[in-house]
């Protein structure tokens, strides 16, 4: 006997489950603890922890899955837990200049909270030094000692002058002070009548005949002796003034030496770090080389009178400590999320800045850490996307991985100023990088990128459901509790409690599952704790739960409206009641991202003889999907497959989503073509108060589709704004009755009577339901009982094959009729 058309009806208690309140132990989440651990992602949370103890090369963390399934929250949770529960703080980072070759600053590394001491030991010693040096150089002991030098200098000097003067007055001559420029210094001139006469006057007095010529002469050879005599004598002074300068400046660099030595010897026994001991040489050394820079008054100028030091810098720069990781507040590994990762932020940079006499300049003390330093020895967090889509960030990270080393160079992408001239010495890598992204980019890189498998060995997946069992219900009321209690919001009762499970029950799609999408579940917490508000009360009830809900659907779903509009107006047209032939009312789901809403659409096919097969008319017109046109190729197997075992398919049949202007995808409306065409072939008239969606296999079997409750509450809204006849309803697959979570107001409806869901396994069961017919079973010899769709659908079938060869015969009769009587 074939099904009555209520036999495959589904019962109200099926289509949505609902918490039963005796199962919540509690008044309100008041009397809860709050979550502290993280639900629902079991798999990836113990993908991530095995990730995070494994210290070994490559074994960094790609984290996967669906944005809103609280990726970044969950990866933040954990590596604090971690950071906390390790307690090993990461050495601290500093540069200081490399005396040697200062283009190469030295990297010192120190324990954590030494590196912030140490720049401020040696700030200290600076600012010492400036303040004692000057102090030693005007103090009285070393002003007597220079005194006694430049003492013994003058007295040198006299004496090389008085001997001098002596021999010149013996051999007729006398000194005289000549003024040569800013200077004066003696000169040799011949004693005539007892008065000192330039040499040129005494010849121009013998070219008058005033003096003897021989005597000149004579003259002549004992001036240029005694002038070769002084010039010998300058350049002994001179030497003697260098050995002085040499004297002096040996003795100021051994005051300081023993000053500096005894005020660094403290810093040295601090650190016992060979590098801080080499610094610390180094810059008494370059400093007692370099005095002057103590001395205010004793600056080099440029021209134009702006001091050299001035237009240089600070002098003293080049001896200070450039900390470049401070870990002296951490108590455990340090965990960087970064949410800019371009490449400076990423990798650091080394700023250059222009001096007053406008030159581009850079050294140690203006490299800058960037954040995969600053996680050295800890954990670093970056969104895949946000870091591919920055010029050079992806080579660099996977070199950094690679080689566990890292140098900061600076980078310009677009090559717009040359590159620095320093190059710091590079960085020990030990960090640990978790890489966030869906897996579409994962499994791309994984076959695109040979690196990756290397440098990546972890993936910690995030599913976007859970199972549904009393525990993970007991779970969810405490991440309520916990969410009410960091934001400070509202209890809420167990009636509210149930309503946001059964909506992350409805939004998993599944009555096992219930939703891990926990950012969109805390947005309806702290919406539902408004309209609590609003409500002017102290607890959140159901009500506001609900309230919540619509009014976040009522924000979003202006188009669904116009849709409805257009429908209500017979703009387009879907008919509600009644029958028709090749017509039949198919269910699709608009998707806006962060909305979904199902509407009717009227699909019809046309049957005739021919051999075109079935054609689809939305491929035809380019507005058909690759998944919509493998559904209609299946329904031409699955009529070959019922009726065409002993003829051939011998059918022109096209098919349509009328009104359908944006293209179509999907094969979720596969078996409503198939009863179109059966509709059509057998022509027998086809409900449209039933609204029907599934896709079909080969086999004749209805499979389970998407959207299923936001399909069934789409044709009941069109239904309802024109008025519930109680014959209306749904036709869905039997597999997606575990998938159902309809609105209240549907279930109320099915539970009065007005609206109907039913639910089928086959084609030959929906069919039956449409045309209220049987479908007939296929007999031993192959044929179907009378008065049955199957009957009627192959008898016609088998005529439009007899028609078709008939029409041939006929067709090739005629033409060779036509050749005999041209040939005669």
Not at 186 to 197: M, S
Not at 688 to 696: F, I, K, R
Request: aromatic share 8%; hydrophobic share 35%; with cysteine.
């Amino acid at each position: 006997m074939p099904a009555k058309k209520t036999d495959r009806e589904v019962k109200a208690e099926a289509l949505r489950w609902t918490l039963d309140l005796k199962k919540l132990t509690f008044e309100t989440t008041d009397d809860l603890e709050p979550l502290t651990e993280i639900i629902g992602q079991k798999r990836g949370v113990d993908a991530f922890r095995f990730g995070a103890g494994m210290n070994h090369a490559g074994y960094n963390i790609f984290v996967t899955g669906p944005a809103g399934t609280g990726r970044l929250a969950t990866v933040k949770k954990l590596l604090h837990e971690i950071s906390d529960k390790s307690g090993r703080v990461p050495d601290d980072l500093c540069y200081v200049n490399n005396f040697k070759n200062p283009d190469e600053p030295v990297l010192i590394k120190l324990k954590a909270g030494q590196g912030k001491r140490y720049k401020k030991d040696i700030h200290n010693l600076i600012e010492t030094l400036k303040r004692e040096v000057p102090r030693l150089f005007e103090g009285q002991d070393y002003i007597n000692r220079k005194k006694e030098i430049m003492e013994e200098y003058e007295r040198k000097g006299k004496g090389f002058f008085k001997e001098l003067d002596k021999k010149v007055r013996d051999e007729g001559f006398t000194l005289v002070d000549v003024q040569m420029g800013q200077v004066k210094r003696p000169e040799v001139a011949p004693l005539v009548d007892g008065q000192p006469t330039h040499i040129d006057q005494v010849e121009q007095m013998v070219e008058k005949g005033r003096f003897p010529k021989a005597e000149f002469e004579e003259m002549k050879k004992k001036y240029a002796v005694l002038r070769m005599e002084i010039e010998q004598i300058f350049i002994e002074l001179r030497e003697l003034q260098k050995e002085i300068q040499q004297n002096t400046e040996e003795m100021d660099r051994v005051l300081f030496l023993s000053m500096a030595n005894e005020l660094v010897a403290p810093i040295k026994g601090r650190y016992k770090s060979k590098k801080v001991e080499t610094f610390l040489n180094g810059t008494v050394e370059d400093m007692s080389e370099n005095l002057q820079i103590f001395m205010s008054g004793q600056q080099e100028m440029y021209p134009g009178g702006v001091p050299l030091m001035a237009a240089k810098g600070n002098p003293f720069e080049i001896y200070h400590v450039n900390l470049l990781v401070d870990n002296s507040d951490r108590k455990g590994p340090p965990v960087i999320v970064e949410n800019n990762p371009s490449y400076q932020n990423l990798y650091g940079s080394i700023e250059r800045i222009v001096d007053r006499s406008g030159i581009w300049r850079t050294d140690f003390s203006r490299i800058r850490a960037g954040s995969l330093i600053k996680a050295n020895g800890g954990f670093l967090v970056l969104n895949l996307l946000d870091a591919a889509r920055e010029p050079g960030v992806w080579p660099a990270l996977k070199r950094s991985l690679k080689n566990k080393s890292m140098q900061i160079e600076t980078y310009d992408p677009f090559y717009l100023f040359t590159t620095t001239g320093i190059k710091p010495e590079p960085i020990d890598m030990d960090v640990k990088v978790v890489l966030i992204s869906d897996s579409y980019i994962y499994n791309l890189l994984m076959s695109l990128d040979e690196d990756v498998p290397k440098i990546f060995k972890v993936r910690a997946e995030f599913d976007t459901v859970m199972d549904r069992d009393d525990r993970a219900i007991q779970q969810f009321a405490e991440f309520i509790r916990m969410k009410t209690k960091e934001e400070k919001l509202k209890p809420f009762d167990r009636g509210a409690v149930a309503a946001l499970v059964e909506q992350a029950v409805r939004e998993a799609g599944r009555q096992e599952k219930i939703s891990t999408g926990f950012p969109v579940l805390s947005d309806i917490i702290r919406e539902s704790d408004y309209w609590a508000g609003k409500d002017k009360k102290k607890t959140v009830m159901s009500g506001h739960v609900e309230e919540a809900i619509n009014s976040r659907i009522y924000r979003t779903n202006m188009i669904e409206e116009k849709i409805q509009e257009q429908i209500d107006r017979g703009t387009l047209m879907i008919d509600i009641d009644g029958t028709k032939v090749g017509q039949v009312n198919g269910l699709a789901v608009y998707s806006l991202g962060d909305y979904m809403f199902g509407k009717p659409s009227r699909i019809t096919a046309s049957t005739s003889m021919g051999r075109a097969g079935i054609i689809n008319i939305e491929r035809e017109s380019d507005m058909s999907g690759s998944t919509h046109n493998k559904g209609v190729l299946i329904l031409g197997g699955y009529l070959r497959e019922k009726y065409a075992q002993d003829k051939p398919l011998t059918i022109s049949a096209s098919i349509a989503f009328e009104q359908s202007y944006g293209g179509v995808d999907g094969d979720s409306a596969s078996s409503t073509e198939v009863y179109a065409i059966l509709s059509s072939l057998a022509d027998v008239p086809v409900r449209q108060d039933v609204a029907v969606t599934g896709s079909v296999n080969q086999k004749g079997e209805v499979q389970p589709i998407g959207g299923v409750n936001q399909k069934i509450e789409g044709f009941f809204d069109c239904c309802s704004r024109k008025g519930l006849t109680g014959k209306q309803g749904v036709m869905i697959p039997e597999t997606n009755l575990k998938d159902l979570m309809l609105r209240k107001d549907v279930i109320g409806a099915v539970k009065k009577g007005k609206f109907h869901v039913y639910a089928v396994k086959s084609i030959d069961e929906g069919i039956e339901i449409l045309t209220g017919k049987p479908a007939g079973e296929k007999k031993p010899d192959g044929s179907y009982p009378g008065d049955t769709i199957n009957y009627m659908v192959n008898e016609r079938l088998k005529n439009l094959a007899e028609g078709l060869n008939k029409f041939g015969r006929e067709e090739e009769g005629s033409s060779n009729k036509q050749a005999k009587k041209k040939g005669s």
